[in-house]
């Protein structure tokens, strides 16, 4: 999927294939690249959420636009819209959680981070994500918490899909998803809280060296 994305974002920032101009059908890629129709569309949908191509029904996936969009949209919400919420409330929420977790939720957080580690299918692998930052939430003891996540979980789905495909994000993910266990685990309030920053700012930095390679640079991996 990477090297068929890779080829025509190329092509399009090059003016290969120009603003306006209709992109071949998915079978057409397909033969093209030797790839199955999955791995097109994943390809195309990447493409879409970097607002290079625009998809009309029935007719077809269009360029829009010669360079990526700055801020990716994933469904309802912006790459934007769903930083500065996260930022506003996962990160207190961890510190909640720090201190207001129950033995049930130690129990699933631990079972989460275990089977995402060992996940090998993708799909699975974001929808525990998922799952997990509800659970993060549902631990913190307040519902609003909990109902706001519910609501993003689509985005933030659709957005984890993206950053694993382009960012390779899945093992660093792990990583940081496993010392905020510890420190829920561990009642560390503090501890809690800094984990989820450095998760989200490990987001942030992923998604800007996707949408402008070569402008971001990662921040050293905690616990490798």
């Known amino acids: 999927m990477e090297a068929v994305l890779g080829h025509l974002r190329d092509a399009i920032e090059r003016g290969e294939l120009a603003v ?27 493409l879409q959420a970097l607002g290079l191509t625009v998809s009309r029904a029935g007719k077809g996936t269009y360029v829009a636009a010669s360079g990526p969009d700055q801020n990716p949209i994933f469904g309802s919400y912006s790459a934007r819209d769903l930083l500065e919420v996260r930022r506003h409330v996962e990160i207190p929420v961890a510190g909640y959680a720090a201190v207001r977790r129950t033995r049930d939720d130690v129990d699933l957080l631990t079972h989460l ?55 390779d994000r899945r093992r660093q993910s792990d990583l940081e998803h496993r010392a905020l266990v510890e420190a829920i685990v561990g009642g560390s309030e503090g501890a809690a809280v800094q984990a989820m920053a450095a998760h989200l700012e490990h987001v942030e930095i992923t998604l800007n060296t996707i949408v402008r390679p070569g402008t971001a640079q990662h921040p050293p991996n905690e616990g490798e």
């Open 113 to 167: 981070i275990g089977k995402m580690e060992q996940e090998p299918d993708p799909t699975a692998w974001v929808a525990l994500d998922t799952l997990f930052h509800i659970s993060v939430a549902q631990a913190s003891g307040n519902p609003v918490f909990h109902k706001i996540i519910e609501e993003i979980r689509d985005a933030l789905a659709r957005q984890s899909t993206f950053l694993n495909q382009l960012g």
């Open 20 to 46: 306006g101009e209709k992109l071949p059908t998915e079978a057409e890629l397909g033969r093209r690249f030797e790839v199955s129709r999955s791995v097109v569309r994943e390809a195309l949908r990447a």
